[in-house]
């Protein structure tokens, strides 16, 4: 649990500090959009090997190997404050953050019962969101308090941080946390993992003979629009907020993407209980409706209502990536194992899609290149309409209607 928090923690706070990333460095939106992706490139290039380094050197090294690359990024951009410094930071804490996801869900299994999966799962997830919501926050902090003469802590950190890039004090903090984990995870006693058939990446062959399923592709594509859709729009919340509302990155912004990542977290709550009522086809449709719109009220509407309805937006995005996933499994019959791979590889959407915006953002305005978004949602809309899963989810009433 302390890991789904820490993978969090470091994970989703791009966001927020992206608009003092393009201040800092003197970025075009192009250029910043580029940070983002060297983050979730690495999922696309390290998870695979990953999963073959596993067999061979177990959970407790990989685990250890990852916050070791983690620690090493961190540290890179902590004493070295420039944006080649950041691309090269945000890989390697990527890579690190990759490497523990492979780990960390068959990890989970194992050592709290099989019994208890479905529950740690879920919990996994909750906390998982509370870093989201709380990392946003201590930037925030850091980033207004690091200003004047200090003593204690702060005053440690005055001495190490520029005073004119107090949030590059984040990534002093990503360091030192990386280092407990490692000397937590060292001194800590590990279960012996046994993957599951359905755990398996099977071997090349079977990846390819995959891909040239067309429903494969087709859920492929709605993980990369997902992803994207998730990163695309929490990248861009803040720099939206100071661009066209003169709100403070530091203050409003950063507080937007905490509720962002805060109703994502309540939101994947509420949909939990829905899919006990309803097919998950038709809560993806609801849902992914709302969210289109929540979309558009912030786009369009005055800055007090884009501060509700970026947040809104998060709350119902939370339900899309479980129902794509489960109905991406459910819609085959076998290699399962390897059809997971190939959708979790669909997390490099959170790279392709926010260098879009940025790219469109340069060249025809930030708003005008969040439309983008427009398309994303509106492909995942379209699975709730084209989904036909062999196995439908369980609910109230088609467990009835089975007895």
């Not at 940070?35 to 090997?49: K, M, R, T």
């Not at 906390?127 to 850091?142: C, D, K, L, N, R």
């Not at 084209?386 to 009835?400: D, E, G, S």
């Amino acid at each position: 649990m302390l890991t789904f928090f820490v993978i969090s923690f470091l994970t989703n706070v791009i966001g927020a500090l992206n608009p003092d990333f393009i201040k800092g460095f003197d970025l075009s939106l192009t250029l910043a959009a580029f940070l983002p992706f060297a983050f979730f490139i690495a999922y696309g290039l390290v998870s695979i090997p990953t999963g073959m380094l596993l067999e061979k050197y177990k959970e407790k090294r990989i685990m250890i190997a990852g916050f070791v690359v983690a620690f090493i990024g961190s540290l890179l951009l902590a004493v070295n404050h420039n944006y080649i410094s950041a691309i090269i930071s945000l890989f390697l804490i990527g890579s690190g953050m990759a490497m523990l996801q492979v780990v960390i869900n068959p990890l989970l299994r194992t050592s709290g019962g099989e019994e208890h999966y479905a529950f740690n799962s879920v919990l996994a997830q909750l906390i998982f969101g509370a870093a989201s919501f709380v990392s946003p926050m201590v930037y925030s902090y850091f980033a207004q308090n690091l200003k004047g003469q200090h003593s204690g802590l702060m005053g440690l950190f005055s001495s190490v941080v520029p005073a004119n890039l107090p949030w590059i004090s984040l990534y002093w903090i990503f360091a030192v946390i990386s280092l407990l984990m490692i000397i937590i995870i060292r001194v800590s006693k590990f279960p012996v993992v046994e993957l599951k058939a359905d755990e398996e990446a099977g071997p090349l062959k079977t990846h390819i003979m995959l891909f040239k399923k067309r429903v494969v592709v087709l859920f492929f594509i709605g993980m990369i629009c997902y992803v994207g859709t998730e990163q695309g729009t929490a990248n861009w919340i803040s720099k939206f907020l100071e661009t066209y509302h003169n709100y403070n990155p530091q203050t409003k912004g950063a507080d937007t993407v905490a509720y962002f990542w805060g109703l994502m977290t309540a939101g994947g709550v509420v949909g939990l209980l829905l899919l006990k009522i309803l097919d998950s086809r038709k809560v993806l449709i609801g849902f992914t409706i709302a969210a289109l719109i929540c979309l558009s009220i912030a786009f369009f509407g005055n800055g007090p209502t884009a501060l509700i309805a970026f947040p809104a937006v998060g709350f119902f995005a939370s339900v899309m990536y479980p129902i794509i996933f489960s109905l991406a499994l459910n819609s085959i019959s076998e290699h399962h194992g390897s059809f997971a791979g190939i959708i979790v590889t669909g997390i490099i959407g959170g790279a392709i899609v926010p260098l879009i915006i940025g790219a469109l953002g340069d060249a025809f305005g930030l708003r005008t290149g969040m439309f983008f978004l427009y398309l994303t949602l509106g492909y995942i809309l379209s699975i709730g309409f084209w989904a036909r899963p062999l196995i439908t989810n369980q609910t109230v009433f088609n467990k009835k209607e089975k007895a």
